[in-house]
């Protein structure tokens, strides 16, 4: 049996009086790829800000419920150390404009003032640029600024930089939703991969994507978790009358 | 589970003492705005006391009988720094329209632009120095022609010199001011076949008429703020001017040469109640013109 | 051809243009004509002997400007040291803290010190410093200029910072970094041209001021380091030597305009090259 890594009880979050998500409860179980999809304005992009904890950086943002990472409340751990273990990546690429490639990957590292011998970074930088199947296309080029990328090449440095730190949840918002077809399919490849070593939570609202890559999928509606269940059989066999609507187009 | 790396609580007590700093830069403005109040306040109460109201309206400024009239001086300023604002005006408009209008990029306005910013750069000091050996020979040539006291030195010169180091802050702020008139409203005119001067004065000039007051309200702060140069070319005299040509004094420049021969307490606190009351009408100035700028540019 | 109406319209429009341009170029004669006078009369008067000695007393030929170029190079240091760090952090605080109270009223604090006229500052701190330490002392001078430069510095931070994108805050503290890191080694240095130039700037600025050195650096005509004690300035030696009657003291004024004119004009240009080479490419 698989074990459970994330796991939300009642959970809600608020931009001020406005309720984005609503009650929702989910076990996301270890070295999986969960979907996230709906259609805009559903909350899942709130609802996977909340998992690290950037929902409440927006002023006037509150949440209310449990959120547990194994058997610890996520909200009563101090943040630095929820995102250390929660890594994220998101919808547009956002390498850190100041630093080169090498640096980005590092940079968790870097600026956190953690010491390293040199051949570590090094093993670590190339590690995490492999595992981003990024490395073979900036081995020469790792000194760099990393805005000088493409798009696609970009958004793999940003992945590079997250799983460079180790953790052991990725969250994803949207994260092809700003590249090209042939970036996001390297990109989808790259999400099998870590499936390996990492729980991945998928934000979408493309219903392919969802459909291609994820073991489980979760829909979301207007902040309510509508249903939540293996992939295939969300898309085969939808419970709810909503789910069915969405994944035949009937509202997007 | 594997130990986390990057994780102390010695981060975490300094990222709540860098939150905590922060404001307290934020409160040391405040601190330092209200402090700079309430030190002129407290400083000038022996001489509110002393004098009430017969100090604004008060002709005669003589320490050395202990009278003390501060109207004078501000006859002195309004003088100069409205003489100066109405010769600026022309130049600072000049230079806002072709800037913001006529030919908004090119290198003739690169130049330009750098030139009306070196102008702000030059030092005060240096303006009064090259004030009191250039211009006033010249004005005291006027002076002779048309039969004036041949001073020199006095309101016209202050004046003259003042308008020089006002002009840039007219002059940027029109600009930046100019270039935020909707295109589609000039090119609604042009279609209609204005030509250049009926869209300035039809379509920017009306648009933009806060946003440019505004901007004479900053410079007016500034020439009333000025020193210096001021003090170095405006006389030194203590009676009510009668003319523009003048010898006089401004409240900055009266501080400026008696603050630290002030040696009694009523004297020390007459100069800095002209402190006070220079401070309250350049704050307020500024306040307001930096309002009517903000609701501008929210528009 | 032209019907007249429309011909009068052309060459009042044309005219107009014209008057405006030569209105607006205007500018330049007092600007040419300052630094052209300065030049001419200030470069004789210039030689190595002038950086390295002391003002000699009246009746003397000769002397130089060493005690206000060392005071000048100390009064706008500390007064940088001063400012910098208060200023920026002050800064972040705004472009932080957009909509919060604490932030409104540090703003309106913010635009008071900017019109605060600057003599109006030199009286306040001769209360705040020079009285309570019972001297005039280049310190006191700094702390002037330092309430001075803190506005430039502030608004250019805030300003710099609220155009950065969220997206770069949010990247750092998602990877787990304290929130002082992601500000400190994150946001500020994607800021650090416009940062930068804002502090330069307000150098350049207080570089050449006078008035609110009258009653708090107050001169001296010997060359001091202890920032403790009254300290010379160039802009001081200008004032007070040129509003003095003798031809000597002119002459020396005279160079010592010329060095603080090249002072601060350099200085205003360093900026502008210096920041546009260093701008993070976003």
């Known amino acids: 049996m698989e074990s459970t890594i994330i796991s939300s009880k009642n959970f809600n979050a608020y931009f001020g009086a406005n309720h984005v998500v609503k009650n929702v409860s989910i076990e996301i179980p270890q070295n999986n790829i969960i979907a996230v999809m709906g259609p805009s304005g559903c909350g899942k992009t709130t609802y996977l800000r909340c998992i690290n904890r950037m929902h409440e950086l927006i002023p006037g943002a509150t949440t209310e419920g449990e959120m547990k990472l194994h058997k610890d409340n996520i909200y009563e751990m101090n943040p630095i150390l929820v995102r250390l273990r929660i890594g994220m990546v998101f919808q547009r690429p956002n390498p850190f404009p100041n630093l080169s490639i090498y640096d980005n990957v590092i940079a968790g590292y870097k600026l956190n003032g953690m010491k390293l011998q040199r051949a570590e970074r090094d093993n670590i930088v190339e590690g995490s640029l492999r595992k981003a199947a990024l490395w073979n296309e900036v081995k020469d080029t790792l000194h760099k600024k990393g805005t000088f990328l493409s798009g696609g090449q970009q958004q793999r440095l940003c992945i590079a930089r997250a799983i460079a730190m180790e953790p052991e949840v990725l969250l994803l918002d949207e994260p092809t939703s700003a590249l090209d077809p042939i970036s996001t399919a390297s990109v989808e490849e790259l999400l099998f991969d870590l499936k390996k070593n990492y729980t991945l939570v998928l934000v979408t609202h493309n219903m392919q994507q969802a459909a291609r890559v994820s073991d489980k999928t979760a829909f979301f509606y207007l902040g309510e978790l509508v249903e939540y269940d293996k992939t295939k059989e969300m898309f085969t066999n939808p419970k709810d009358n909503r789910t069915q609507s969405y994944i035949t187009g009937r509202f997007s | ?299 | ?282």
């Open chain 3, 1 to 282: 051809m032209m019907n007249p109406k429309l011909r009068y319209r052309l060459v009042k429009s044309k005219s107009v243009e014209w008057i405006i341009v030569l209105f607006a170029f205007l500018i330049t004669v007092p600007l040419i004509a300052i630094i052209f006078f300065v030049l001419k009369t200030g470069i004789s008067k210039i030689s190595w002997h002038f950086f390295t000695n002391i003002p000699k007393p009246v009746g003397e030929a000769g002397g130089g400007i060493a005690n206000a170029l060392v005071g000048s190079l100390l009064i706008v240091l500390v007064a940088a040291l001063i400012a910098v760090p208060i200023g920026i952090l002050c800064g972040i605080y705004l472009s932080e803290n957009k909509d919060s109270k604490l932030a409104s009223y540090s703003r309106l604090a913010v635009d008071v010190l900017q019109g605060t006229p600057s003599i109006v500052t030199g009286i306040v701190i001769y209360f705040w410093l020079v009285k309570p330490l019972g001297t005039f002392s280049a310190v006191s001078g700094s702390v002037a200029l330092a309430i001075m430069m803190l506005p430039i510095v502030i608004r250019s931070t805030e300003e710099t910072l609220k155009l950065l994108p969220s997206s770069l805050k949010e990247a750092g503290l998602a990877l787990g970094l304290p929130y002082h890191k992601v500000i400190l080694r994150v946001v500020v240095p994607c800021g650090f041209s416009g940062i930068l130039s804002g502090v330069m700037l307000s150098v350049a600025r207080i570089a050449g001021e006078t008035a609110p050195l009258l009653f708090t650096a107050f001169g001296n005509p010997y060359i001091s380091t202890n920032v403790l004690k009254p300290m010379q300035s160039l802009p001081l030696l200008i004032f007070n030597y040129a509003t003095s009657p003798y031809e000597e003291w002119h002459d020396l004024a005279w160079g010592a305009s010329l060095i603080l004119l090249i002072w601060v004009l350099l200085l205003n240009i360093t900026t502008k090259l210096i920041t546009r080479k260093w701008k993070v490419q976003l």
């Open chain 2, 1 to 299: 589970m594997k130990p986390i790396k990057g994780f102390s609580l010695k981060k975490v007590r300094a990222e709540s003492a860098f939150k905590r700093t922060l404001v307290i830069m934020a409160l040391v403005m405040i601190v330092i705005a209200a402090g700079i109040f309430l030190t002129l306040l407290v400083q000038s109460l022996p001489s509110i006391k002393a004098l009430g109201g017969h100090y604004l309206s008060g002709k005669t400024w003589d320490p050395v009988s202990d009278i003390y009239g501060a109207l004078p001086f501000l006859l002195g300023t309004l003088l100069t720094s409205f003489l100066a604002l109405l010769i600026s005006i022309p130049f600072s408009y000049a230079i806002a329209i072709y800037l913001g209008e006529y030919n908004p990029k090119g290198w003739l306005s690169g130049f330009l632009k750098n030139i009306v910013e070196l102008v702000a750069a030059v030092p005060s000091v240096i303006y009064g120095f090259w004030a009191l050996v250039v211009l006033v020979p010249m004005v005291r040539a006027i002076e002779t022609k048309v039969g004036a006291a041949p001073y020199g030195v006095g309101i016209l010169t202050a004046s003259l010199v003042l308008a020089i180091m006002i002009i840039p802050y007219a002059a940027s702020l029109g600009r930046e001011l100019i270039r935020l008139v909707p295109s589609s409203l000039k090119e609604g005119a042009y279609s209609l076949g204005a030509t250049r001067y009926e869209v300035l004065k039809n379509v920017t000039l009306p648009y933009t008429k806060s946003g440019l007051f505004a901007g004479l309200l900053l410079s007016l702060g500034r020439a009333l703020g000025e020193t210096m140069a001021v003090t170095m070319v405006i006389g030194n005299t203590n009676i009510l001017p009668t003319s523009i040509f003048s010898p006089s004094n401004t409240m900055a420049s009266v501080i400026a040469n008696e603050f630290t021969e002030a040696d009694r307490t009523v004297y020390l606190s007459a100069l800095i109640e002209l402190g006070l009351v220079l401070f309250l009408v350049t704050v307020v100035i500024n306040l307001v013109g930096r309002m009517i700028i903000k609701r501008f540019t929210n528009e």
